[in-house]
């Protein structure tokens, strides 16, 4: 019994006593599944040679009976193991872990072990290991499951990464940098937007853009395919600002044209002039009249202000129009 002893998460001749709940139990694991609480491995004091059933304290070899526990044994982490999976204690992690010591380097400010080739050449983000993946939301720092490091540092469980790429994601879940090589991927958006050709209604705005990859932004003409960086070409853009500025404006003859119908429709100077002595005559006798009904007057007076009231409402949509057209002048052409 004791050459094939264990659970199917590590092979080992003993049961380790659970501090919380003072039940045996093979390994963290199988203690974590059955209860609603997890085990605290280095708080293990006790354990039980699975040959001989015989309980002492945390060594590496039986008291009774002799055997080796496991061929790799941690007094720190209580860790048991059988089988060489190149385990080594990090006691910068506080934990162990596997692939070879010499593979490995300790960050400090990552606080986290990270491939010998990562080093000085990653980009360090403080505790980024005392997180929780955040595809399966399972923490980083403790799990058995391997973490790929993207190029923007933040870390996510390998399986959960190839899934998520599979799933058609490129970018980062947490930060939105893309997380793969997307030169390939830029270069056939550059081609559908040479060969989409946008309605005139949509045609020809300015719109600010944040690059997700370089972090710097631009003001570029707006597609309905993409917002392309100018700056590293990448479409793994956002937009920043909510107005649109639009790039052409009218021609002169078009204005003219547009001037030369309103002074048409307007009236000429002389009637001006006689309906404005009309109007006098009408409101001196409107004027006598609310004299008379105090309530009338009432009701004339809300009746002026709301018209004054709309009156303005007009004026300051036709300032706003102007002035969106004056800074399209100033701009003259496409950046």
Known sequence: MAETAGCQHYQRKCALLAPCCDIFYTCRFCHDEKENHSMIRNEVQKIKCLQCQ??????????????????????????????????????????CRVGGKDKFFHCSRCDMCLGIHLQNKHKCIEKVSRANCPVCLEDLHSSRIAAHVPPCGHLIHSTCFEDYIKSGGFSCPLCNQSMLGM????????EEVRNTQMPSEYANYMVQILCRDCHKESKIVFH???????????????????????????????????VAEQSEDSPSPSNENDEGSDNEEDEE????????????????????????DNNSDISEDNDSFQTAEGSNDKDGTPV
């Open 183 to 190: 030169k390939s991927v830029w270069k056939m958006l550059d």
């Open 54 to 95: 015989h309980i002492q304290t945390v060594q590496s070899e039986c008291t009774e009976c002799g055997i080796a526990f496991a061929r790799y044994f941690c007094d720190k982490c209580r860790l048991y193991d059988e089988v060489d999976k190149g385990q080594f204690h990090c006691d910068g992690c506080g934990i």
């Open 285 to 308: 006798k409107e004027e006598s009249e609310r004299n008379d009904s105090p309530d009338d007057n009432v009701r004339d007076e809300q009746g002026n202000l709301a018209s004054q």
């Open 224 to 258: 309905v395919i993409g917002l392309k960086c100018q700056h590293c070409g990448s479409y793994n853009t956002c937009r920043t600002a909510e107005d649109e500025e639009r790039l052409e404006t009218p021609a002169p003859s078009q204005l003219q044209d547009e």
